[in-house]
DNA sequence: AATCGGTACTCACTGCCACT
DNA sequence: AGTGGCAGTGAGTACCGATT
């Protein structure tokens, strides 16, 4: 019994061991097994992965194709016809193609190429445009250039004519040839016609044939609007006398301009009368008057030479300190003098933003007609530029050197003015194919674009806060004249401004503007009323 | 007819910088 | 060290139209 029970204890024991041996078979064949499957499943990511990939070729592929049916012959983003556009529309029409024929022939060749030209923007649909004009003559030719923006402020570009002679009447009949070709390249819908009657606003710089064109122009485009609109003897006098009126705006960059000239001269005059009372001592008789700038400014020219960042870095003396001293007195002198010149200027350049001008009251029609009117007159400026780096380019004979110079005004923005723009801007192949001289003068030209382009957005929160906040105002009541502080303005309430008065910590809400307007506040210089300095009134005159 | 106000271009000069 | 190219600057000039 004792031995069977050994017995079948040794067999278990056997099994046991048995087991065992088959347990770590079964663990590493298990292992095994595990690995394989590891390694199957990386397979299957990479290549899900692969396939993930090539489906957004696939995707890419396909949309290229898809993109490559549509023409582009006109830029929806800058909402003009691309460069190539214009420049085929300019060889069709070398080779004695008529203006009228042109689109039906780029129509012709699309199809040819199984191609769909994308949509062209009508307009003469439009209204309330903005009509921008500017001359300009290099080497004893002058040129015109007009462009137009509408209520969204896009830009297009309606002519940049030759012309021999630069009065007002020569403007005027240019102006008419670009609308007749209008009207030509659209057979007989008055295209060019109705464009006219759109226009609502010119911009231009205040040279004296722009002011007469613009007399001109609202006359031809009276004549128009008799023929173009239905029913005109129909209408009232007032009705025709809206419809027929324009508005007229002048650049605000050439204002600005206009400021440091005025500046400079009364600087000057200040120097000049100044130096009278008070002669300097000195044994260089040349020093004292030399040229037509004045004394400060070319100082203001030196110093910030000498003193301002990044002009020259070597003199860099960037520490500036303002502290009262003996100077105040005359700075004060100046300053009056600055402004009586600029009130000059206000007077003559802003006469119709000033009140007793037609612009004073803000008319609320005139404000949703003069919608589409940028601040400036740098449009045509902009095309002017595109045309002269194709005439400039047009005078290098060969194309090599045409391609030297392309590359190397690129490589000049691109290095030198560390122009911030699209990279493919300033490459010279893509995928390892060199470019044409077309492609590459159309990046030159975007970049010039880019870089004189400024924001012409305007930013509604900067023109929105009053220059009344912040400053300290002498505030007339009928109890008496109090100093105040304004503080800020009421949110939500753009009129009303919070203001706080010397000796009186409670926060007062007005009418600022009003009260501005009436002549009741008048701003102050802190210092200046503490110090009570007997101000010299100073006019020119 | 002369002057004024306004715009734009050309020319000469200057200082800076890179290249030789 | 000398030189050429380049941009910025001021002066001069042309031109147009309005005003005196």
């Known amino acids: 019994m004792e031995r069977e029970l050994k017995e079948k204890e040794n067999v278990i024991q056997f099994m046991n061991n048995e087991q065992k041996i088959k347990d770590t078979d079964f663990s590493k064949s298990m292992h095994v097994a595990k690995e394989k499957l590891g390694k199957l499943e990386e397979s299957v990511n990479t290549l899900k992965a692969k396939n993930k990939d090539l489906e957004e070729e696939n995707d890419y592929v396909r949309n290229l194709i898809q993109d490559n049916n549509l023409l582009e012959l006109y830029d929806e983003t800058s909402n003009q016809f691309t460069a190539d556009t214009i420049e085929c529309v300019m060889n069709l029409q070398n080779n004695n193609i008529s203006a009228s024929k042109i689109g039906e022939v780029i129509r012709t060749v699309c199809s040819l190429c199984k191609r769909q030209p994308n949509r062209v923007e009508d307009l003469s649909k439009k209204s309330n445009l903005t009509l921008y004009s500017d001359e300009t003559s290099k080497f004893g030719k002058s040129f015109e250039v ?5 209520e969204d402020k896009n830009s297009y570009l309606l ?27 659209c057979d007989g819908n008055d295209v060019g016609f109705k464009v006219l009657t ?3 606003n010119t911009m231009s710089d205040r040279a004296s044939t722009e002011k007469k064109f613009q007399n001109l122009l609202e006359n031809y485009r009276t004549t128009i609007l008799t023929k173009i609109i239905d029913g005109w003897p ?16 002048f650049c605000s960059l050439h204002l ?22 008070h002669p300097i001592q000195t044994d260089d008789e040349s020093e004292t008057e030399s040229g037509t700038e004045s004394g400060t400014i070319r100082l203001l020219r030196t110093s910030a030479k000498s003193f301002s960042r990044g002009v020259d870095e070597k003199n860099g003396v960037y520490k500036q300190t303002f502290k009262p001293d003996e100077t105040d007195v005359m700075t004060i002198q100046v300053l009056q003098a600055l402004f009586s010149c600029m009130l000059n200027l206000l007077d003559r350049q802003a006469a119709d933003h000033l009140p007793g001008g037609k612009y004073f009251s803000k008319p609320t029609d005139i404000s949703a007609e003069s919608k589409s009117v940028l601040k400036h007159n740098k449009l045509p400026e902009l ?10 380019l047009e005078e290098i004979p060969s194309n090599a050197e045409k391609k030297k110079a392309l590359k190397s005004q690129l490589n000049f923005r691109k290095n030198v ?7 493919s801007y300033f490459l010279f192949s893509s995928k390892k194919i060199q470019k044409t001289i ?3 003068t159309e990046q030159l030209c975007k970049l010039v674009d880019e870089s004189k382009s400024v924001a012409t957005v305007e930013s509604s929160s900067s023109s929105q806060v009053s220059l009344l906040v912040g400053k300290t105002i002498r505030h007339k009541f009928t109890e008496g004249t109090f100093i105040g502080n304004v503080i800020s303005v009421v949110p939500g309430f753009v009129k009303w401004y919070n203001v706080t008065y010397d000796g009186d910590p409670a926060v007062y809400v007005y009418q600022l503007q009003e009260d501005y307007a009436d002549g009741n506040i008048e701003i102050v210089v802190r210092w200046y009323t503490a110090h009570t300095v007997a101000v010299v009134t100073f006019q020119f005159n």
């Open 417 to 423: 003015l560390l122009q911030k723009s699209d990279k």
């Open 159 to 185: 002519g940049l004519r030759e012309m021999n002679c630069k009065s007002s009447e020569t403007v005027l009949e240019t102006f008419k040839d670009i609308l007749q070709d209008f009207n030509d390249l």
């Open 256 to 277: 600005l301009v206009n400021f440091a000239t005025v500046c400079g001269e009364g600087l000057k005059k200040f120097e000049s009368l100044y130096l009278k009372d």
């Open 438 to 440: 077309p492609e590459l």
């Open 383 to 392: 095309f002017l530029s595109r045309e002269d780096i194709k005439l400039k």
């Open 234 to 249: 129909m209408l009232t006098e007032e009705e025709r006398a809206a419809s027929s009126r324009m508005n007229n705006f």
């Open 146 to 150: 007009f462009a137009v923006t509408d």
């Open 198 to 200: 759109a226009i609502k």
